[in-house]
């Protein structure tokens, strides 16, 4: 059974739990789909204000395309969690012959660039999402302003946590290409966070 | 039925909908609640390193009281819904008689302020469990360092998001002390949010 299907009162209990899954790649992946359902909901209100076509136009596609990151992004709740099992399962192969040994650290570099391709991926539809928070922002209904800058403030931790879940993962992966475009990616995909709900929530 | 009761899925699918309700409030009680539930699993794992009576029972102790966080955390998710409804049904009151106005000028008084006190009670338990983090970070397994830094992350977020929340009731309220009290104690749980788990998530 998926998390996503499980009660939200199990999925925290899972959470909590001293079992490493569900962990920090999941619960970043849970946050980011909680920002983008947030910013799809603002898109979809109804708007008290006048607008043009092309403004109407607007605020829709971005509300359809932050319910697909939703989307794509409670898939990968789940699929961190099997991401960390596998790179488990694979340290856990037999190392006694020198065939075992170079099986094993295939099968543990593949299961790494899984763990690292998932979280990426939730940096991708995080970062998406957050760009689509500007037009959320100034053509969605304005007393849903608040759930907007909440949501952004979701999606940057989702972003935060998931490059956390990249990182962790590098150091340990013997194909350094793939493990330093990787980090380049999260770097860039993390620099570029800022979006129009994305306003100081300071006292202004 | 409870949001907590309902499928993840489901409730994602409630947050995009187009109904304001869950919005933004139970969305950072979420966010807080899968944060203190992260903290409360890494003070749970077994600890590959030797480690004092003291430093065991200080870690014990810490995710204890996270553990108890996430699930006030939790059922404050539904707390923000009812409270949002309970202010949308005191505007509906009828206003033709001046008996009428007063009454429901003190419905919608009393209903603000449970939707500033439990978006306080949010901000109130992120920093409580933010606190924790030292320990749990300190004495906590190493290797569940990220997820102890995710679950800030998910604080940190669910602490600002809260924020938006009371704020954007205190305007309408009529009791300005209780008004003056909840801004000050909003802005100063926000201003001690910085905790152990909480270093720098840029490249070290």
């Known amino acids: 059974m998926t998390l996503a299907a499980k009660s939200l009162s199990t999925v925290l209990a899972e959470f909590r739990s001293s079992s490493p899954t569900p962990g920090g790649g999941s619960a970043a992946a849970l946050a980011g789909a909680l920002g983008a359902s947030l910013l799809a909901m603002v898109a979809a209100l109804p708007r008290p204000r006048a607008a043009t076509d092309d403004e109407t136009r607007r605020l829709r596609d971005a509300g359809e395309r932050c319910a697909e990151l939703a989307q794509a992004l409670e898939a990968l709740i789940d699929r961190d969690s099997e991401a960390y099992d596998q790179v488990m399962a694979a340290y856990r192969l037999p190392k ?18 899984a763990a690292i391709e998932t979280p990426l991926d939730v940096m991708r539809a995080c970062a998406s999402a957050i760009a689509e ?22 999606l940057r931790a989702g972003l935060r946590g998931a490059r956390l879940n990249v990182e962790i993962n590098l150091d340990a992966l013997k194909d350094r290409a793939y493990a330093n475009r990787a980090a380049a990616e999260a770097a860039r995909l993390t620099s570029n966070e800022s979006g129009g709900g994305g306003a100081p929530t300071g006292p202004s």
């Open 96 to 113: 006694g012959t020198d065939d075992e040994k170079a099986a094993r650290a295939l099968r543990i570099d593949a299961a790494l660039k």
């Open 133 to 154: 928070s500007e037009v959320v922002q100034t053509f969605g209904n304005a007393n849903a302003s608040s759930d907007v800058r909440v949501g952004v403030e979701l």
